[in-house]
């Protein structure tokens, strides 16, 4: 009898797994997904089984070494996590090592050691077959609640995800107390220590209900008759900036199916894909109305601010609010600094980093121009760089100048705090302030602030994020300011201030639906999801020419490759926003893929992309890495 091992370690994605011989000694005892020993180079390590066969093979035996030691009887990992293991790795371009390793409990022999057999005492649950997922969308807190209520009927495992590490306690006090004590709390931030024990207990079945970030996904479910997404249009989702580049939503649906588990995606604001997949019955849904809300914004028009002589970034509308004293005012924008960027008005010129070529933000403490992303700083200029004109503007408004602004107008009136990445120390020091108080801050401040205890929310300058060259803009700003909706308590006032208020994601705000009818027309003409599916590959070279000759070698490699594939395109190479940046010239090809074939397709692609090369299905963005 051979095994074929799984080493959780980093190994060629050619070789996900080693053949080894099973001793006879051995071949009565072991199983798939047994933890066991097995002689690797000069050493003994760990590996995991996954298959085991008993027909011939191209390997002699003679040429293979056997398995050591059975170092735990009872299965560590069952047939649906492994094969969802492997499909994650197909998927993703990931060594199937490496997600084993990132992702299976702590190897300590001496822990391991408290690992018994004695608590397996349940049968094994009925095979189950996948069904459509389905879109639950809620219309108030009150509404979500009665939803996890419901999974008190639920006798399996329970995978309840959510975006972030804060959302993990939010939803833990939603669950019904009844619930609470078969909770376990899991995320990324989670220790070694916890990690350790709260894996076991779910392998031991003491505990059935996980609520957790995406790495969650790989705890070792036996039973899991029930995933819920929390929030699936978050796109906190997606993780961009290492392998596997995993998007929560895409390893749901393969998990479930391994599983058999109902997927259910919850919502007050769903994703446009989710959405129109509801809406062709490919997703099962509870209705596709969606709610208002209650904490609907004041639109204020800047136009005419302009129009009656106000040049400041202060509304009168939000002067007017403020003279009102409320306790707490949550004063958001989307770039720290003082000026979003620094042009020309005769000529057009911007400041822009030498490194990056993104724009410069204006700080005026230091009286200098700063690239917030490679920290690149160079000092103020009051004369145009390339006509020389004195006419040098600053546009937008940033984190520092609303900061000074507010402090010399309201400072009598409101402590005033700044939350964003340069100033850390400040994200819990306004909870124990006192008194009115105005937290002016980025999307950091955003997950740290109490939304229950905001009385005033400003959208500062809600255009910044419009003019993004990327697909999602739309859709990020809409799910930034329906999230707001949903936070803020009943007797909260909400102002958006913007120059733009005939962009169809305002307009939608007091008509949600037309939101998503309008991004489907735009989305459909582009051929963008939900149309198609996007992967996007991209690699970084020392030298532009570098990088430009293997981008063009992978283009026409896989053009070749799926020239007789229907309806896939293969678009590229492009330089990406900014080309340069962590050191590196950047080049980005881009797949359309049909729905129908978008998990083939992808594997394929994946198959067929050097190791060198960054694979990241269903991205975010497309042109900037993040």
């Given at each position: 009898?051979?095994?074929?091992?799984?080493?959780?370690?980093?190994?060629?994605?050619?070789?996900?797994?080693?053949?080894?011989?099973?001793?006879?000694?051995?071949?009565?005892?072991?199983e798939?997904?047994?933890?066991?020993?097995?002689?690797?180079?000069?050493?003994?390590?760990?590996?995991?089984?996954?298959?085991?066969?008993?027909?011939?093979?191209?390997?002699p035996?003679?040429?293979?070494?056997?398995?050591?030691?059975?170092v735990?009887?009872?299965?560590?990992?069952?047939?649906?996590?492994l094969?969802?293991?492997?499909?994650?790795?197909?998927?993703?371009?990931t060594?199937?090592?490496?997600?084993?390793?990132?992702?299976?409990?702590?190897l300590?022999?001496r822990?391991?050691?408290?690992?018994?057999?004695?608590t397996?005492?349940?049968?094994?649950?009925?095979?189950?077959?996948?069904?459509?997922?389905?879109?639950?969308?809620?219309q108030?807190?009150?509404?979500?609640?009665s939803?996890?209520?419901?999974?008190k009927?639920?006798?399996g495992?329970?995978?309840?995800?959510?975006?972030?590490?804060?959302?993990?306690?939010?939803?833990?006090?939603?669950?019904?107390?009844?619930?609470?004590?078969?909770?376990?709390?899991?995320?990324?931030?989670?220790?070694?220590?916890?990690?350790?024990?709260?894996?076991?207990?779910?392998?031991?079945?003491?505990?059935?209900i996980?609520?957790?970030?995406?790495?969650?996904?790989?705890?070792?479910?036996?039973?899991l008759?029930?995933?819920?997404?929390?929030?699936?249009?978050?796109?906190?989702?997606?993780?961009?900036?290492?392998?596997p580049?995993?998007?929560?939503?895409?390893?749901c649906?393969?998990?479930?199916?391994?599983h058999?588990?109902?997927?259910?995606?919850?919502?007050?604001?769903?994703?446009?894909?989710t959405?129109y997949?509801?809406?062709?019955?490919?997703?099962?849904?509870?209705?596709?109305?969606?709610?208002?809300?209650?904490?609907?914004?004041?639109?204020v028009?800047?136009?005419?601010?302009?129009k009656?002589?106000n040049?400041g970034?202060?509304?009168?509308e939000?002067k007017?609010?403020?003279?009102k004293?409320?306790?707490?005012?949550?004063?958001?924008?989307?770039?720290?600094?003082?000026?979003?960027?620094?042009?020309?008005?005769?000529?057009?010129?911007?400041?822009?980093?030498?490194?990056?070529?993104?724009?410069?933000s204006?700080?005026?403490?230091?009286?200098?121009?700063?690239?917030n992303?490679?920290?690149?700083?160079?000092?103020?200029?009051?004369?145009?760089?390339?006509?020389?004109?004195?006419?040098?503007?600053?546009?937008?408004?940033?984190?520092?100048?609303?900061?000074?602004?507010?402090?010399?107008?309201?400072?009598?009136?409101?402590?005033?705090?700044?939350?964003?990445?340069?100033?850390?120390?400040e994200?819990?020091?306004?909870l124990?302030?006192?008194?009115?108080?105005?937290?002016?801050?980025?999307?950091?401040?955003?997950?740290?602030?109490k939304?229950?205890?905001?009385?005033?929310?400003?959208?500062l300058?809600?255009?910044?994020?419009l003019?993004?060259?990327e697909?999602?803009?739309?859709?990020?700003?809409?799910?930034?300011?329906?999230?707001?909706?949903?936070?803020?308590?009943p007797?909260?006032?909400?102002?958006?201030?913007?120059?733009?208020?005939?962009?169809?994601?305002?307009?939608?705000?007091?008509?949600?639906?037309a939101?998503?009818?309008?991004?489907?027309k735009?989305?459909?003409s582009l051929?963008?999801?939900?149309?198609?599916?996007?992967?996007?590959?991209f690699?970084?070279?020392?030298?532009?020419?570098?990088?430009?000759?293997?981008?063009?070698r992978?283009?026409?490699?896989l053009?070749t490759?799926?020239?007789?594939?229907?309806?896939?395109?293969?678009?590229?190479?492009?330089?990406?926003?900014?080309v340069?940046?962590?050191?590196?010239?950047?080049?980005?090809i881009?797949?359309?893929?049909?729905?129908?074939?978008?998990?083939?397709?992808?594997?394929?692609?994946?198959?067929?992309?050097?190791?060198?090369?960054?694979?990241?299905?269903?991205?975010?963005?497309?042109?900037?890495?993040?």
């Amino acid at each position: 009898m051979r095994a074929k091992i799984v080493l959780p370690r980093r190994m060629p994605r050619s070789l996900p797994y080693l053949d080894y011989l099973v001793p006879k000694n051995l071949t009565e005892k072991i199983e798939v997904g047994q933890l066991v020993l097995v002689p690797f180079r000069r050493q003994t390590v760990f590996g995991v089984v996954f298959s085991l066969e008993n027909g011939k093979s191209s390997v002699p035996e003679k040429k293979l070494k056997e398995i050591q030691e059975i170092v735990i009887t009872a299965p560590l990992l069952s047939n649906p996590e492994l094969k969802f293991l492997e499909e994650i790795s197909a998927f993703y371009a990931t060594s199937l090592g490496f997600i084993l390793k990132s992702n299976l409990l702590p190897l300590k022999k001496r822990k391991l050691k408290d690992l018994t057999l004695q608590t397996f005492t349940k049968p094994k649950p009925k095979k189950r077959e996948f069904s459509a997922p389905l879109l639950q969308l809620y219309q108030s807190p009150t509404e979500k609640q009665s939803f996890l209520s419901a999974l008190k009927k639920t006798t399996g495992q329970i995978l309840i995800l959510v975006p972030n590490v804060r959302n993990v306690e939010e939803l833990y006090t939603l669950l019904p107390q009844t619930l609470q004590p078969e909770c376990l709390q899991f995320s990324s931030e989670t220790s070694d220590k916890d990690f350790f024990e709260a894996w076991v207990k779910l392998w031991r079945e003491e505990k059935r209900i996980v609520i957790g970030t995406r790495r969650a996904l790989f705890l070792p479910w036996k039973n899991l008759e029930t995933i819920v997404m929390d929030n699936e249009a978050n796109p906190d989702y997606k993780s961009w900036d290492m392998a596997p580049r995993l998007h929560t939503k895409d390893a749901c649906l393969l998990l479930a199916r391994q599983h058999g588990s109902q997927l259910t995606f919850l919502a007050f604001t769903p994703s446009v894909d989710t959405y129109y997949f509801a809406k062709q019955k490919v997703y099962r849904s509870n209705g596709l109305e969606i709610g208002k809300g209650q904490g609907l914004p004041e639109i204020v028009d800047f136009r005419n601010e302009r129009k009656m002589g106000n040049y400041g970034f202060l509304s009168e509308e939000l002067k007017k609010a403020l003279d009102k004293k409320p306790q707490n005012v949550f004063v958001f924008l989307n770039r720290k600094g003082s000026f979003n960027y620094v042009g020309c008005r005769d000529c057009g010129y911007v400041e822009r980093c030498e490194t990056c070529r993104r724009t410069l933000s204006y700080h005026q403490k230091e009286n200098q121009l700063v690239c917030n992303y490679c920290h690149l700083v160079k000092p103020m200029t009051t004369l145009c760089p390339s006509c020389s004109s004195m006419n040098v503007a600053m546009y937008g408004v940033g984190t520092e100048l609303a900061e000074n602004t507010l402090q010399k107008d309201y400072g009598k009136n409101y402590a005033i705090f700044r939350l964003d990445s340069e100033n850390p120390e400040e994200n819990e020091k306004y909870l124990s302030q006192a008194g009115p108080k105005i937290i002016i801050g980025t999307q950091i401040a955003w997950d740290v602030i109490k939304w229950n205890k905001i009385d005033l929310l400003v959208f500062l300058d809600a255009d910044t994020p419009l003019f993004v060259p990327e697909y999602k803009t739309n859709e990020n700003l809409w799910f930034l300011i329906r999230d707001a909706i949903f936070r803020l308590n009943p007797g909260a006032s909400f102002i958006l201030q913007t120059s733009h208020p005939d962009h169809m994601v305002f307009r939608s705000i007091y008509a949600p639906g037309a939101f998503y009818e309008e991004e489907l027309k735009n989305r459909s003409s582009l051929d963008y999801p939900p149309v198609s599916y996007l992967v996007r590959l991209f690699y970084g070279a020392k030298t532009a020419p570098e990088s430009e000759r293997e981008a063009l070698r992978l283009t026409t490699k896989l053009n070749t490759l799926t020239k007789d594939l229907k309806g896939l395109k293969i678009l590229g190479p492009l330089p990406m926003y900014p080309v340069y940046q962590d050191l590196q010239y950047w080049q980005v090809i881009i797949a359309k893929i049909p729905y129908s074939n978008y998990k083939k397709y992808t594997k394929l692609l994946a198959e067929h992309t050097p190791d060198t090369w960054k694979f990241d299905p269903n991205p975010n963005t497309l042109l900037t890495k993040d």
